[in-house]
């Protein structure tokens, strides 16, 4: 990694698992921290993790539920407030799999509202900073963003509702919004550079026991995603799985509109390297409906002003 002395990186998402471990990381090569989590608990112990690594470590912690476009409103005017450049930001926050449709505070499906209407949110309140700091944005999808499509005629998933297939289009339309992020900002010189990455496949809490997602218990799949990635068949840890993200977000060589990730089978697990774009990733005008459709469905305007 570079050094990242007097450069500050967001990183949602942070208080466990890959999310932890790219701050960690973006920590030891002198990066100031901004860590905002939604559980404040889970964040201070986040921040002791990181300290006892790094000693010294600059890290602030923040209150932001993605899942809630209030808290993301009144989690940027706070940071507008201070005024600090962002050089920085991953967004790397995510739910899986809910047992059921649950609605988010603003009554959207909560994959969609926090993987990827959240992190529009976000940029949106804070592009002043992200263009005072000519921020990388990198956005964390998924293998699952492979295949699919964004449904179009039930985008809330009010009809029915499938939690595999939801949680594919949540990480499709975070990955068209990241390219088209980068798209604009190229066309309007807006000085962000925006990529994608994606993990590969590793345990973290994603599948775990999650009760603010309404799961009790750690789910079959967690349970064998640990048992393998000890073994070290296929799969990823923790620790390499966070690779991406950081080549994404800080590498000299890593560029706007490109996707990174493991270079093992099946992209499941190894080192971090670019890869082909995913099919649905591709179609232009798909990514421009989206981030026209996020306006809406946020209230905001993303613009580079």
């Known amino acids: 990694m570079t050094d990242l002395q007097g450069r500050r990186a967001l990183v949602t998402g ?41 000693p010294g470590a600059r890290v602030t912690l923040h209150q932001l539920d993605l899942s809630s476009l209030a808290s993301v409103a009144a989690f940027g005017e706070t940071l507008l407030a201070a005024g600090d450049p962002v050089h920085v930001l991953v967004n790397n926050a995510g739910v899986m799999n809910p047992p059921g449709r649950i609605p988010t505070a603003d009554g959207h499906e909560l994959q969609f509202g926090t993987n990827h209407l959240g992190h529009f949110a976000l940029v949106a309140h804070l592009m002043p900073l992200l263009r005072a700091g000519r921020a990388r944005v990198t956005s964390q999808i998924s293998v699952a963003a492979a295949r699919g499509r964004i449904r179009w005629d039930d985008l809330g998933w009010e009809r029915s509702w499938n939690r595999t297939v939801a ?20 066309a309007g010189g807006w000085g962000i550079s925006s990529n994608l990455s994606h993990p590969g496949v590793a345990p973290t809490s994603l599948l775990a026991a999650r009760p603010e997602v309404g799961r009790e218990r750690d789910t079959f799949e967690v349970r064998l995603i640990r048992a393998l990635s000890r073994r070290r068949i296929l799969l990823g840890t923790v620790e390499t799985a966070c690779l991406p993200a950081l080549h994404a977000a800080t590498s000299p060589t890593a560029e706007g509109g490109k996707l990174y990730g493991p270079d093992g089978p099946g992209h499941l697990g190894g080192s971090p390297a ?3 774009l995913y099919r649905p990733l591709l179609d232009e005008r798909e990514a421009g409906r989206v981030w026209e459709v996020s306006e809406d469905l946020t209230g905001l305007r993303l613009v580079g002003s």
């Open 14 to 54: 942070a208080s466990d698992g890959i999310g932890l471990a790219v701050a960690t990381r973006l920590a030891a090569a002198g990066a100031e921290l901004v860590l905002p989590v939604r559980n404040q608990r889970k964040g201070l112990a986040a921040i002791d993790a990181v300290q006892r690594q790094v």
């Open 167 to 186: 949680y594919r289009q949540s990480k499709i339309a975070l990955g068209l919004f990241g390219l088209e992020l980068d798209r604009r900002s190229r």
């Open 274 to 276: 670019e890869q082909r």
